[in-house]
Structures are given as structure tokens and as C-alpha cells.
């Protein structure tokens, strides 16, 4: 099977490598677009030929691609926001690929404008279904709670993301638990991208060039994963000169430097560059004296987060990168649980432009290892491991304004688990897999219609097992300013993570791949497969409102047809003398399935000072273990976010920003009751008339009952100074929960105290850059 899977995908690959050979008289241009003062590709920006509707934006690298242009002579216009407009007189041959290096001098005028029309331009000619872009210049424009912007505060804001806690927070998007979820760091996978106090990433900001976020019906480049997807790119290293920016504050300090080992210059294309991050939290040691109402010992995060790239420049724009990343988290809750974890990786990705053909070549590879253990008072050690590779090999060729793009990749992992459930029994699995994927896309514009047919075949070599996965997403542009869309496809993951429900502290994120001791039926069927499957629908429309406004609203349904979870109710092991007990009772895993469904509503207002978002979002989700329903702890009926960021000064160099979240209450499973248990250890000779029992809590019925409402407040005020014409200092004062609401993160089980998310907690934070 996997020969014939290879052989089929190899084949499926000569054939469009030869159909994409066939050249008309038409010419090409193609080239990449680059910030002249750091050498850093300018995305996503118009670069179209003069008095034309013909062109095309750049995309993450800078690279641009005009395919079947008439031979003539063109004068071809570069705008970008923030940058000043480049003019360039072009002349194509027939038959020819033209290459080109375009430098953009950073602009002292600002022009919104152009952002707008570039972003509006691009919501016409891509179908952006479920799909958000985020630059490091919006995550600022949300409050930097702890004096540093982070992704992880800006995705809380997202249509269709639900944020968990200030305190151990998970984001959940579109009913998709973390493990559903696929990060990709410059295309290596990341197992916990989120720090246990909620408000922290493990990316840092200043190194970001860009991040596409999938709330679902993604496309057939990704797969492995059922929910949604996380594509974040790091940037190169300064290519023209060393630079650098250290912050301060009572939740964290971060070092940032680049700078040129070969600079690049206008003559001289090709470089070599650096960049090195680090960051490490202060809570630790700042807590017990500034924030000693929160907890009189201090807060009991602490972590650490190094990131380094090396970053290889050819003449035609051909470049490879080197980059590594370390990692860690340490947690301690007085008497209730103590976390570690670490997430170590390396790797190299590149991109080839090769000569005389109009294709792109990408690919990556990369190592990573994690590893998570948990102790506490009350329940027995809990430890698990995932360490693999993953490998890349991408083609995008160039049609006019369509695309094909086709690729084919390889990951193995090993994962192994010890764990023991709520009633002591303990499940150990040890597994190695294997999988192999091909896929292929075709962008293809007809007249107002775009569409994005795609085919994933994903061979998950461990299980035997065969996944053939259709995408499809498309765009209708009825006018100019209204636009409906619509994405559908199939969806396959061999991951299982080891959260479970019921915990006080719900931190410890393992995880299993392949589990083969699950239950032999589901419904009354034969369970025929171990992976877990969904399947997405979503449509939606956007409209322009005028220059600055836009709206966008989008419906959803994700059917998770088959899930497999951790076996909260086994009570005996599965061995010969217990053959006679139903599977629910004696399996590791169970078979469950679910839906997730509902509405997402955003506006955005933008202007050169104002910037205004609004987000809505109405979710169900429920699963099923053929017993009864429950909705996972995680379901959220509505989630409200409002964010407001202003400029203020001549230089605009005063900025107040403002974000309040409002949601309903979530889920959780009450205690019932209490009662002594009695493991007789020595059999029958125990007496347990006189037997001390273990403190043993009696469970209600799953997350029956839900916690009151959610609703925070944060504001931040900066202002900038410039000491020289190449340093700036950043002055940041922000408010966590600025009218300190009490919302609750748990009640203690044994004490039936309520524990609150953070207070109110002012911080100061200072950055130099250089």
C-alpha cells in the first residue's frame, strides 16, 4: 500500500512538472521586494504595472510572481504602507522571465491608504476563508499586559478563539481542543506554544514577520491536524547593520540583536545575517514584594524562551536558514500540583528561484523534542514525551492570476505516556509512527470567481491506514465591496493528548499517537479506524463599508466524527482475567464523537490615528461517548471582544490602547460528594472497621454545571522618545483587569474555597532599541 500511495503521488507530480513546462509567448516578471535599511522582504504589498488591473501582492518572503504578460514596454509601480511608492520602466520579452530586486525606502509619511487598498486588494484576489494574517504591527495595537505585545494576548481576540484563563489558559479554536491545533514555527512543529500563566507565548514578537491563523477549512498544505492551524514565520536578521532592543519589566525581561555577517548592499545582493532572542520571566522574583495581594508567596510562574537564525542570501534571492529554539516552563500551586515542561528544537528551511522556470521551490526540516511531567500531593506522577521530524518539498507555478501548487512531506514521532486516571489506575503507552503526505492545489480565477480545489492523500505508515482528504474553498466578488465565500473539506489527526477534564489544574499537556487499546465498537459498529476524523463547512460574506470600515461574518460546522480521548471511568486492567468486563471499563482510550457550530461577526476602523476592532462570536460544542452528551469544558455560548487603540501627538508617538472581553461561563464537573476509601492491601486480612481510608471525591455528572461570567478590562499607555536618529525608547505603562473583577479559575475540591484569576496588576515595562 504505502508503494503504491509514493508511486501515485510521485506520478501525480511528473505530470503537472510537465504540463508546467509548456511556454507560450508570453513573458514573465518576478522578483522580490525588500526593505532598503534592513533587507527584509516587504509583504504583501501591490506591485502591478501602471494604468492596468495587472499585478500581484508579494507573499511572506517578498517574492512576487506576473505571469503571462503581454511583450511590451511597462511602467511597473510599487506601493506599500509605510514605505515610499517605487516607479520602474520594464520592458518584457516574449518568452522571457524578467527578475527583478526592488528596495523600498522606509517613508516619514504615513499613508493608511495604501494599507487599506492593499488589504482590500488582496481580500479580492485570495479567498481568505477562516483565515486571519497578523503582523507584528497589530499584535502592538492591543494592550502589551506586562510591558511586552504578545500573540498569545492578540489570538484571545480572534473570531472563533476561546481563551481559558489568565492562569494555565488554553485556547480552544472553533470547539477544537490545543492538541487539535497544529503550530508551525518557520515549519517546524511546536508542541505547547503557550506559557502556564496564560498571557505569554513562547514567540517572541520582535523577531515575527508574520502569522496566518486558520480557524478552519484550511487548505491541503496542512494536514495532521482536525481543527485548525497556527503558520508563523520568524524574519532574517538585519542584513545592512547590527541592531538590537532589551526590555524591562515586573513580568519578563527580553534581549533582542541582529545584525550582517556579510551585509548586504544595492550592488551586492547576496548576505548573510543573524538574529538571537531571549526572554525569561520576572514573576518569580518581582511578586512577593509588587504583587504580594495576589499571593502573599509570590506567583508561581517562571520560563524561559532562547530563539536563534542564521539566515544564507543568494544573488537571485535563493536563500537557506538555519534556526534553533529552547523552550521551558516551570509552575508550582502550593499543595495543589507542580509542572514542568520543555520544548527543544532545531532546523533549516530555504527557498530556490531557479533560473529560466517560472517556479517557486520551497522545503523544510526539522527536529524537536518535548517533554512534560506533573507531580502533586494527590494523585501519582504523570510524565510524557513526543520527539520527531518532519520534512518538506514544495512547487508553486505561475499561470497568469492562477497557481498550482503541489508537495509532498514525511514525519515521524515517538510519544510515550505514563499516567494514572482518576481512580489509580495506571496507563502506560510507548508508540513510533510514521507519515507520509502529497498534496496538490489549484488557484484558478474565473472572472469574478475564485476557487481553490485541493487534494490532501495523507499515509499514516504506523496505523496502515490510507486518508484521502478533499479541500475546497472559494470566493465570489459580486461587487467591489461585498464578497461571498465559502471553504469545505476532510480532516484526519494520529495525535491524542493527555488533558484531562476533571482536573483542578488543567496543565498537563502530554501526548499519545496511535493508541491501539480502544474499544472494539462504537454506536453498535465495529471501530475500524484509530484516527481521529472531521469535517468542515463554513460560508460566509465581507463588506466594505466606505474607506475604512469592514465587516466580515462567518458560520461554521465542524462534524468530529470520530475522537479519541483518555478513559476517565477504567477501573480494571485489560488482561485475560477481566475479559468479561465491558471495554468502557478496561480500556485506555474511548471513542467519542462531537460537533462544533456557530457564528462569528468582526468590524475593524481604521484610520491614521484610530484603530477600532469588534468581534462576536455565538459557539456550541458537544461530544458524545455513546452514553450520554456533555459539553466539554472549554464550550463558550458567547464571546465578546472590543479593542481600541488611538495615536495621539504631532509624531504620533503617544498611543493609548484599550481591550475588554466579555464571556459566558464555562462547563465544569461538580463533587457530589466525599467518601473514605479502603484499598485493602492486604486482602481479605484487613479490618476495615478499623481502616483509615483515603480522601476520595465523588463526581458529579460532567461538566453539569457552569461558573459564573467572564469579563476583563485591560488598558496601556506608551510614549516614545528618541534620543538619536538610531534609537528609540519606549516608555509603557499597562493595567491587567483594570477594575479588578473576580473571575473565578476554580474551586478547591477538598477546602470548597474559590480561587480567582488575576486581580488588578499594574506594571511599568521599558524598551530601548538600537
Wanted: proline share 4%; aromatic share 14%; glycine share 10%.
Amino acid at each position: 500500500m504505502r508503494q503504491l500511495f509514493i508511486s501515485g503521488i510521485l506520478l501525480f507530480i511528473i505530470f503537472f512538472v510537465g504540463l508546467s513546462s509548456l511556454h507560450g509567448q508570453s513573458g514573465t516578471l518576478r522578483g522580490f521586494v525588500h526593505d532598503r535599511e534592513t533587507g527584509e522582504p516587504v509583504i504583501f504589498t501591490n506591485v502591478y504595472f501602471k494604468g492596468t488591473s495587472v499585478g500581484a501582492p508579494t507573499d511572506v518572503n517578498g517574492f512576487f510572481t506576473i505571469a503571462r504578460i503581454e511583450p511590451g514596454d511597462y511602467t511597473l509601480l510599487v506601493t506599500a504602507v509605510g514605505y515610499d511608492s517605487i516607479s520602474r520602466k520594464i520592458t518584457i520579452d516574449p518568452g522571457a522571465i524578467k527578475d527583478l530586486r526592488l528596495y523600498a525606502s522606509p517613508s516619514s509619511e504615513i499613508l493608511v491608504g495604501v494599507d487599506v487598498s492593499a488589504r482590500r486588494q488582496s481580500a479580492r484576489t485570495e479567498t481568505q476563508t477562516s483565515v486571519v494574517h497578523v503582523q507584528p504591527k497589530e499584535i502592538k495595537q492591543i494592550p502589551a499586559i506586562g510591558g511586552d505585545p504578545d500573540i498569545a494576548q492578540y489570538l484571545q481576540v480572534l473570531p472563533g478563539v476561546i481563551f481559558t484563563g489568565d492562569q494555565g489558559g488554553q485556547l480552544y479554536i472553533r470547539g477544537g481542543s490545543p492538541v487539535q491545533n497544529k503550530v508551525l514555527l518557520d515549519g517546524m512543529v511546536v508542541y505547547n506554544p503557550f506559557h502556564s500563566i496564560g498571557l505569554f507565548s513562547v514567540f517572541d514578537t520582535d523577531i515575527l514577520r508574520h502569522a496566518d491563523i486558520y480557524t478552519g477549512g484550511f487548505g491541503a498544505e496542512y494536514g495532521g491536524r482536525i481543527s485548525s492551524v497556527m503558520d508563523i514565520t520568524t524574519r532574517d536578521g538585519n542584513r545592512r547593520s547590527t541592531k538590537g532592543k532589551v526590555s524591562i519589566s515586573p513580568f519578563q525581561t527580553k534581549a533582542m540583536i541582529e545584525g550582517p555577517l556579510k551585509p548586504q548592499t544595492d550592488t551586492t545582493a547576496s548576505s548573510v545575517s543573524y538574529i538571537l532572542s531571549a526572554k525569561r520571566s520576572l514573576l518569580a522574583e518581582t511578586s512577593p514584594s509588587l504583587y504580594r495581594y495576589v499571593d502573599e508567596d509570590g506567583l508561581p510562574f517562571s520560563y524561559t524562551d532562547l530563539y536563534g537564525k542564521l539566515s544564507f542570501m543568494g544573488v537571485s534571492g535563493s536563500k537557506i536558514n538555519f534556526f534553533g529554539f529552547n523552550f521551558s516552563d516551570n509552575v508550582l500551586y502550593q499543595g495543589i500540583s507542580e509542572f514542568d515542561w520543555n520544548n527543544a528544537g532545531a532546523g533549516a528551511n530555504f527557498i530556490v528561484v531557479p533560473g529560466g522556470a517560472d517556479v517557486l521551490i520551497d522545503g523544510n526540516f526539522s527536529y524537536s523534542n518535548y517533554r512534560i511531567t506533573q507531580d502533586a500531593p494527590d494523585i501519582n506522577p504523570r510524565e510524557s514525551s513526543i520527539d520527531g521530524f518532519n520534512l518538506g518539498l514544495n512547487f508553486t507555478y505561475f499561470y497568469g492570476r492562477n497557481q498550482l501548487k503541489y508537495g509532498l512531506s514525511m514525519q515521524g514521532f515517538s510519544t510515550n505516556l505514563e499516567f494514572h486516571n482518576s481512580v489509580g489506575r495506571r496507563i502506560r503507552h510507548g508508540h513510533n509512527t510514521t507519515e507520509f503526505s502529497g498534496y496538490a492545489i489549484y488557484q484558478m480565477n474565473i472572472g469574478d470567481l475564485i476557487m481553490e480545489p485541493g487534494f490532501r492523500a495523507h499515509y499514516y505508515g504506523s496505523l496502515s491506514e490510507f486518508s484521502p482528504e478533499p479541500r475546497l474553498s472559494a470566493k465570489y466578488n459580486l461587487t467591489d465591496y461585498l464578497r461571498f465565500k465559502a471553504a469545505a473539506g476532510l480532516y484526519t489527526q494520529n495525535l491524542i493528548s493527555t488533558q484531562y477534564d476533571r482536573d483542578v489544574v488543567n496543565l498537563f499537556y502530554g501526548f499519545v499517537s496511535g493508541p491501539d487499546n480502544l474499544p472494539r465498537q462504537f454506536r453498535g459498529e465495529e471501530v475500524t479506524s484509530r484516527l481521529q476524523k472531521s469535517e468542515h463547512l463554513i460560508v460566509g460574506a465581507e463588506v466594505d463599508v466606505g474607506r475604512n470600515l469592514s465587516i466580515n461574518l462567518e458560520g461554521y460546522y465542524k462534524n468530529f466524527s470520530q475522537l479519541s480521548e483518555m478513559n476517565r471511568n477504567k477501573i480494571y486492567d485489560d488482561s485475560p482475567e477481566y475479559a468479561h468486563k465491558p471495554d468502557y471499563l478496561k480500556k485506555d482510550f474511548i471513542i467519542e464523537d462531537g460537533n462544533a457550530r456557530g457564528l462569528d461577526l468582526t468590524a475593524r476602523y481604521s484610520d491614521l490615528r484610530l484603530y477600532l476592532w469588534a468581534v462576536y462570536s455565538l459557539g456550541y460544542v458537544e461530544k458524545n461517548d455513546q452514553f450520554f452528551n456533555y459539553f466539554p469544558h472549554y464550550d463558550r455560548r458567547h464571546n465578546v471582544n472590543l479593542v481600541a487603540s488611538y495615536k495621539l501627538g504631532y509624531n504620533l508617538n503617544w498611543e493609548v490602547n484599550a481591550r475588554w472581553n466579555f464571556g459566558s461561563g464555562f462547563p465544569f464537573t461538580p463533587s457530589a460528594g466525599y467518601y473514605p476509601k479502603v484499598t485493602f492491601e492486604d486482602g481479605i486480612h484487613d479490618d476495615y472497621t478499623n481502616t483509615n481510608g483515603q480522601f476520595t471525591i465523588f463526581y458529579g455528572e460532567i461538566n453539569s454545571q457552569r461558573f459564573p461570567t467572564y469579563h476583563r478590562l485591560d488598558v496601556s499607555f506608551s510614549r516614545t522618545f528618541y534620543p538619536t536618529t538610531s534609537s528609540e525608547l519606549e516608555v509603557l505603562l499597562s493595567v491587567t483587569n483594570a477594575y479588578n473583577r473576580q473571575n473565578i479559575f476554580y474551586i478547591d475540591r477538598v477546602s470548597g474555597d474559590r480561587v480567582d484569576q488575576l486581580p488588578v496588576m499594574p506594571s511599568l515595562g521599558i524598551s530601548w532599541s538600537f
